[in-house]
């Protein structure tokens, strides 16, 4: 057998070798993981539209604010409001779900609870990439101006408490690409395993894309914003988020939230399941 | 001049008084008001709607479950979890403002923030009137079992957080009750004085109580618990609330937060109202 037959060959057997040894991903399918991701949207457009209350308060993220009190490290208060409230979260418990990554892990405390059979989904090798430090520079420095008003209101608190549902409905989002992209890998590993072999980002991007489908995605979140963001009134007709609807009223500009998911939320989510794949076969 | 003719005369005096020293509240009508209150009943939605992602997780309301760990004087997770957020979110300066009540007085630090001049509208003596410990026992007892599924999912940590944010939406709307009071107050001190001398809490009750005004509120609530609970998709219409709308798709049920507002809510604000007004002379 000449060995440009023997090749092919091979790849078969190791293909069905990983299949078998990887079996269906308990309780995760394709379709499952879109009904996260769509049950996600509305959680983002809420925390979006919560953080919207507050003006931009720019106190917040001026490290010169508590650095003068000279304790914290040149920390900004949000910052140090993140770092402590994933503190406390961690004790709850948080990050054992493979699904929540923080974005500060130094000085996470041991959970208080016991362990929670979580099911093991992600690859150990793939699991632990992430954009946290992208996801955060993108929110302060693109996002967070473009829906918030000028000002200052004095709200410094609630404002970073918005601020952190905001980032962690979004990290969320954004990491459950691993889940994505293991799920996508055992669904067809023939199709994966070479371009992740030849190291082909383009090839793997290609794969894992399609623009009907993000299309679709970023016209549902537009008109979450416009269902979601409206002033629902006792007596006068709800906004149904058609072509009719005017922008001005709404609490969070819809065309931000289309805009959001199209330029970051999902090249990021598919930038984690291209680096996650990656990772698959290490 | 008889006695009987002297009272009416000396009490229109002390009433003008009142009204003279008193002077309008700086910025807060009570259209103000209203805009807070109705703004606010989105924040609490979502919050339900956040919360009713994860089952009820017994686990953190059971003391034995942290109490076996025996550091914590039989505490429960959720308890812990929001005495240590609260903490946290005083450092940040959370209840600097007057319109945040925590939970747990005891054990708050100061704020690293310096103080910001909010507005001074409440009258001291009266300020403190809080039900936190009410609105607690009714939202574990009484409200989270009815529109959470039974259950664990092992996310415990996000289920308390999801808690935090409905404890805090409640409270912030239930505890404005004082700030209503103060401008009913400030608009027609002749109506009120005379029942807050006579310590007639009936009385009071019946001046802040406008049944045709409550009933909107509860069908609008009912209305954002189906606008904002609803499953919104790219090519399907979205659901106006209307009589012909289906409840078994919604996110929280509707009639959970119409009775949340007619048996709690509102009486909850209103029986604030009347015992910051029982304060408002002192």
């Known amino acids: 057998m000449a060995s440009s037959t023997l090749v092919p060959v091979l790849f078969h057997c190791y293909v069905t070798l990983v299949l078998f040894s ?136 609630l404002t970073v408490a918005s601020d952190l549902a905001c980032l962690q409905a979004l990290s969320r989002r954004i990491h459950y690409g691993r889940f994505v992209a293991e799920v996508k890998f055992r669904g067809a590993p023939q199709d994966y395993v070479p371009a992740i072999r030849a190291k082909d980002r383009d090839a793997l991007m290609k794969l894992l894309t399609s623009e009907s489908q993000e299309e679709m995605v970023k016209r549902r979140v537009e008109k979450k914003a416009m269902v979601f963001g409206q002033d629902v009134t006792f007596d006068k007709p709800v906004d149904t988020g058609d072509s009719n609807s005017s922008r001005a009223s709404y609490k969070v500009d819809p065309m931000v939230v289309y805009r959001l998911y199209g330029d970051w939320v999902i090249p990021l989510t598919k930038l984690v399941e291209v680096e996650y794949l990656l990772r698959r076969l290490n």
């Open 22 to 157: 990887l079996g269906p991903v308990m309780g995760l399918t394709l379709d499952s993981a879109r009904d996260f991701l769509t049950r996600e949207e509305d959680t983002i457009v809420f925390s979006l539209i919560e953080r919207a209350k507050y003006p931009y308060n720019p106190p917040a993220y001026d490290p010169s604010y508590l650095g003068e009190l000279g304790r914290f490290g040149n920390r900004t208060l949000v910052e140090l409001f993140v770092r402590e409230s994933e503190a406390v979260q961690a004790k709850a418990g948080r990050y054992q779900n493979p699904e929540e990554v923080p974005f500060f892990h130094g000085g996470l405390s041991l959970p208080l609870i016991p362990p929670y059979n979580f099911p093991k989904v992600l690859y150990p090798s793939a699991a632990s990439f992430n954009v946290s430090q992208t996801i955060w520079n993108l929110y302060f420095n693109e996002l967070l101006p473009q829906f918030t008003t000028k000002g200052t209101d004095g709200n410094l608190a």
